[in-house]
Nanobody, 116 residues
């Protein structure tokens, strides 16, 4: 059974930082892309960042200044470093892994709440 388990979410004040982790098990994702998405209340799920198997990263323009994705393929783990957080970053953050353009595998999500 493939599982992606996120951790590191929580409550943080505006301007603060958090580091999310996503540990995968049941499948080796070294040859796959991994990524982070988020979904705020009443909003659609949106891409935060992707990272390919060779470490190439991709961010929407709105995310590239404050978010950094990385991975440790040996640990089958992907990370998201978030800096200078804003209240509008409040959302459930989901980990994803798989082949680009396919549904792939999803984690259950971790809540990030940024207070003003």
């Amino acid at each position: 059974q493939v599982q992606l388990v996120e951790s590191g979410g929580g409550l943080v004040q505006a301007g603060g930082s958090l580091r999310l982790s996503c540990a995968a098990s049941g499948r080796d994702f070294r040859g796959n892309a991994m990524g982070w998405y988020r979904q705020g209340t009443g909003k659609q799920r949106e891409l935060v960042a992707h990272i390919t198997s060779d470490g190439t990263t991709n961010y929407p323009d709105s995310m590239k200044d404050r978010f950094t994705i990385s991975r440790d393929s040996a640990k089958n783990t992907v990370y998201l470093q978030m800096a200078n957080l804003k209240p509008e970053d409040t959302a459930v953050y989901y980990c994803w892994g798989g082949i680009m353009g396919t549904n792939g595998y999803w984690g259950q999500g971790t809540q990030v709440t940024v207070s003003s």
